[in-house]
């Protein structure tokens, strides 16, 4: 064995107390970044508070229900901005924690089990990503948009639609039992809210109308001179740099909103901490769905499966993924295959890795070579160890 194969920690070995250390050394520098950047996130969690909530919302807005959720105690918000900032700054940080992990263990593993660390930590990180981005553009979305269906009620239409109302005021001519066809004028209404598809550039105290994008009453409703609408000014005049326009302060006036719903069925509000639970719950799922292909390859590397074996068992395995794809999602057949077809892929992709990264190629340095002595079988290159027969000569 060359002193290149053996492990770092047989060319300079260590005491129990010298590995302690090690080990403190190692959490501490892990820890030196998540904090920091949990304290940095902290600042931006409502923007990402606001990008998890943005498919709720859409969903919300195609069903006709309200848009907005509820917090049902004073610190409600606050904890689930510390929640996400602790959540995301966990997440940024993990490449680097797992850094510190690996050079804690590194000295004590040969260089051909170094290689698979090598091999797999990038690709865990590919596929991560990949879960991530079905989660929030595909999954997400079509799974609010069918849970939230349930229970709403469709409009309840008008028997003359308001764009067919003649400008007096007056239906159109119809048949009447009397054969005159005489129009039928309307009831009086003692309000008519207009509707606008953008809010007024400047509108008046007390005006009110109808915001259809944001199915709502929106009212101007002018500010009193004290501190506390001072304060609102200041925030609303902030909110405005920060998003470019759109602030709920105009001048000395404030638009306050009311929300609009179809008459009966069940409303659907949500609690804001329950619903971020929800979609973390469900990122996380993504996310380990998305890992199936490494758990697979490493079952081929011990020898417990093989192509040839994934192959024959194809029906059976999309059989169960239809199984657990029906599970877990709601009884609608879209938001099934939706799932049911990454699944499928992600099993057609485990085989392909197992096809073209078998574990000698990996304890080699070889990944994906391609070469003669590369296509030779397992055994004509190991020494009869499943993981590339110890350390490669």
């Keep these: 064995m060359s002193p290149s194969d053996q492990p770092e920690s047989d060319l300079g070995a260590m005491s129990f107390g010298d590995h302690l250390q090690e080990l403190r050394t190692r959490l501490f520098r892990a820890l030196i970044v998540p904090l920091p950047l949990a304290i940095g996130f902290f600042f931006i969690a409502p923007d990402i508070r606001a990008l998890l909530m943005a498919p709720l ?71 991560t990503v990949c879960g991530t981005a079905l989660f929030y553009f595909v999954l997400l979305p079509l799974t609010l948009l069918v849970l939230v269906s349930f229970g709403a009620e469709r409009p309840k239409m008008l028997p003359v639609p308001v764009a067919e109302v003649a400008p007096d005021g007056t239906a159109p001519a119809k048949e009447t039992d009397d054969g005159t066809g005489a129009a039928r004028p309307l009831p009086p209404s003692p309000f008519a809210f207009p509707v606008f598809a953008e809010d007024p550039v400047a509108p008046s105290a007390g005006q009110a109308w109808i915001s259809p994008s944001a199915q709502s009453l929106r009212i101007a409703v002018p500010l009193e001179d004290s501190s506390a609408n001072a304060v609102v000014a200041l925030a609303g005049e902030a909110e405005e740099l920060l998003s470019g326009g759109g602030s709920s302060v105009e001048g000395r006036l404030a638009i306050l909103e009311v929300p609009l719903t179809v008459l009966g069925g069940v409303a659907q509000v949500y609690r804001l901490s329950e619903y971020i639970s929800f979609a973390l ?110 350390p490669p000569p």
């Design 57 to 127: 919302f859409a969903a919300l807005k195609a069903n006709r229900q309200s848009i907005q959720v509820q917090a049902l105690n004073p610190a409600e918000t606050i904890t689930t901005d510390l929640k996400l900032s602790l959540v995301a700054a966990l997440a940024v940080s993990a490449p680097w924690v797992l850094y510190q992990l690996w050079k804690f263990i590194s000295p004590g593993l040969y260089a051909h089990e170094r290689r698979y660390i090598h091999f797999l930590t990038p690709l865990s990180g590919v596929m």
């Design 281 to 390: 719950l469900l990122l996380l799922g993504s996310v380990v769905a998305f890992q199936m292909p490494l758990v697979v390859l490493l079952l081929g590397w011990a020898g417990l499966v093989t192509p040839k074996f994934l192959r024959e068992k194809r029906k059976w395995a999309v059989f169960i993924m239809a199984i657990v794809a029906a599970v877990v999602t709601p009884p609608d057949v879209t938001s099934m295959l939706l799932l049911l077809v990454p699944l499928w892929l992600l099993y057609e992709f485990s085989i392909v890795l197992l096809v073209l990264v078998p574990a000698h190629r990996v304890a080699r340095g070889r990944v994906l070579a391609v070469s003669r002595s590369s296509r030779e079988p397992d055994e004509a290159e190991g020494s009869g160890d499943r993981w590339g027969g110890g």
